[in-house]
């Protein structure tokens, strides 16, 4: 039977997050919305609390960077890192989700490793913080368009090309950059190879200004004749034109889960904070009666968490296949399509139920409003998790329905 209580050797995990959401995160959030671009150097101390906790074993992954599937064990089921790094997430990202993605060694590039690395370059690329860099400035969605090349020169490949909106991008120790080995060999030819910050060839260009998480640098980075050696490349060289993307695409089975859980994370805080801003207002939201027969406020209220209860159990059921090694492709989109809408709409909601004090800067209702949008666009926008959906369940190629 399926148990939705959060597993209980996840509690102190769990709880250890919140405290650090609430104690560190909260009290900086303004700040660094407010200085864009500055490293928030309070966070040194944080990771390094994450680096032990994972070092000492006490969590199975307490960061986005643990999320590796472990074996299935026959009739076994398992609550591991992707579960655990989720539970993690929501807490943090109820503090604040720009500082989170801000955290050192927590990357998507770290994800990224985790999910495709044999055992020797997890090994290798431990202790380092990675960026992952797909988008170019024609291809977004449409990663299959990526031009960005890797050509095999004796034991390097030689990488080339402009890589745009890479998180962490600047702070990061080295980047997971995807490449064509050979674009006329379409999606199967796309490869993700590791990239160490240093490496002559790759530069930072620059970084963003943003409408949210204004606390994480978004950078343009550009590789010319960049050379890594062969054995940075993650998962096969061997190009397998019936597997797709084989190699890179399953990092999303595990990824997307994770910007669920942000989603869900944010709109938890929008929820709480507003909650307290009705009762204040003599709203209260109750729990005995219809909905219809409240406050209109508290109406809304009731809808919205119903929508982020739905956005939470379809994040964890995502995460929940992850670590019991059981494909996931369908239930990461769903999860992700569904937590990145109700994430903009619970957190614009509230920003109205609050009226002036939701637009305001002295609350941080505007600036989570403005957060979520992020988290319903990158690791595949709304409309692309839509069509991967309808593809699963229609059994339609990419060729098919486009
Ligand atoms: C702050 C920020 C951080 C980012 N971080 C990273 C990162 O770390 N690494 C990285 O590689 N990228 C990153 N990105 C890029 C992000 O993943 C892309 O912006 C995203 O995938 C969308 O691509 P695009 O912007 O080119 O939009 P497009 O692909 O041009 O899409 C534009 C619009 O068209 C819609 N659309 C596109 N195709 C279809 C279709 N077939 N059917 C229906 N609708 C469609 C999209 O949903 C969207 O609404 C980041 C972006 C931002 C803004």
Redesign the pocket.
């Known amino acids: 039977m399926i148990n939705l209580e959060v597993p209980k050797k996840f509690g102190t995990l769990v709880n250890l997050a919140h405290q650090a959401a609430a104690e560190v995160f909260r009290p900086i959030s303004r700040k660094y919305d407010t200085a864009e671009h500055t490293y928030p150097h309070e966070l040194d101390m944080f990771t390094a609390m994450v680096d032990g906790m994972n070092a000492s074993g006490e969590s199975s992954g307490a960061g986005a960077g643990g999320v590796r599937r472990a074996e299935a064990t026959k009739g076994e089921v398992h609550n591991g890192s992707n579960m655990s790094s989720a539970l993690g997430i929501i807490e943090m990202c109820w503090g604040d989700v720009g500082l989170l993605l801000a955290l050192p060694r927590q990357g ?1 590039g770290n994800s990224a490793i985790a999910s495709v690395a044999t055992e020797e370059q997890q090994a290798r690329c431990s202790g380092k913080w990675a ?5 170019e400035s024609s ?4 990663s299959a368009a990526i031009t960005t090349t890797a050509r095999l020169d004796g034991d390097h490949y030689v990488l080339n090309g402009e ?7 600047e702070r990061a120790d080295a980047v997971v950059v ?1 490449a064509t080995l050979d674009r006329s060999r379409g999606r199967g030819a796309i490869k993700s190879f590791v990239v160490e910050k240093g490496t002559p060839g790759l530069t930072v260009v620059g970084c ?1 200004h ?1 409408l949210g ?1 204004r606390a ?1 640098d ?1 950078a343009t980075l550009h590789l010319q004749d960049c050379r890594v050696p062969v054995e940075n490349l993650l998962g096969t060289p061997e190009i397998l034109p019936d597997h797709g993307f084989a190699g890179v695409m399953q990092t999303f089975d595990n990824t997307r889960p994770l910007v669920a859980a942000m989603a869900v994370g944010v709109a938890r805080a929008a929820l709480e904070q507003t909650r307290t801003l009705l009762a204040e207002a003599g709203v209260t939201v109750d729990y005995d009666r219809p909905a219809n027969a409240q406050h209109a406020a508290a109406a809304a209220f009731l809808a919205m968490e119903a929508d982020w209860e739905a956005a939470y159990l379809l994040t964890l059921r995502a995460s929940w296949m992850a670590d019991n090694n059981k494909p996931n492709s369908l239930q990461a989109s769903m999860a992700k399509a569904k937590a990145g809408r109700t994430g903009v709409d619970i957190t614009l909601r509230c920003v109205e139920l609050a009226g002036s004090v939701g637009y305001g800067e002295r609350e941080l209702l505007e600036k989570w409003a403005r957060d979520s949008k ?1 988290l319903d ?8 998790q839509q ?1 991967i959906v309808a593809r699963r369940l229609l059994g339609k190629s990419s060729a098919e329905l ?1």
């Open positions: 998507l960026a992952m860099a797909i988008t291809c977004g969605s449409d890589k745009i909106f890479v998180t962490s991008g995807w963003e943003k998480i994480s978004t992020i666009i990158f690791e595949g926008t709304q409309q692309i069509l486009k």
